[in-house]
């Protein structure tokens, strides 16, 4: 295993567990269930593909595995002015935007 390898991993769990905590703080300020990704998609009018895959951010106990549910950048800019027309705190919003950013 290479250095940069070593280095990547403890790099990306702590990416992925701050936008994990940044993700649970903006479903709570909101009164969404991550459990529910079906109803977070029907009530923000988002896809529910996206919905799903955040909740399998939320969720997630293995950095690793996680990257493949993590949404890209635009699919973030849709969640989150859905979620910001419907009352979500400009911090909230503001800490997901940098920790998907990370």
């Known amino acids: 295993m290479s250095v940069a390898t070593k280095d990547f991993e403890p790099d990306c769990r702590a990416a992925l567990d701050d936008l994990r905590a940044a993700l649970i703080e903006l479903y709570a300020s909101v009164g ?13 009018g988002i896809n529910k593909t996206l919905t ?15 990257l ?3 949404p890209g950048a635009s699919a973030f800019q849709i969640f989150l002015n859905a979620v910001q027309r419907e009352g979500a705190p400009a911090e909230a919003v503001e800490r997901v935007r940098a920790a998907a950013r990370a």
């Not at 969404?32 to 923000?44: E, K």
């Not at 799903?52 to 996680?66: E, P």
């Open 68 to 70: 493949q549910n993590v």
């Open 32 to 44: 969404a269930d991550p459990a529910s990704p079906q109803d977070v998609a029907r009530r923000f």
């Open 52 to 66: 799903w895959n955040i909740a399998k951010v939320i969720g997630s106990t293995d950095a690793i595995r996680t």
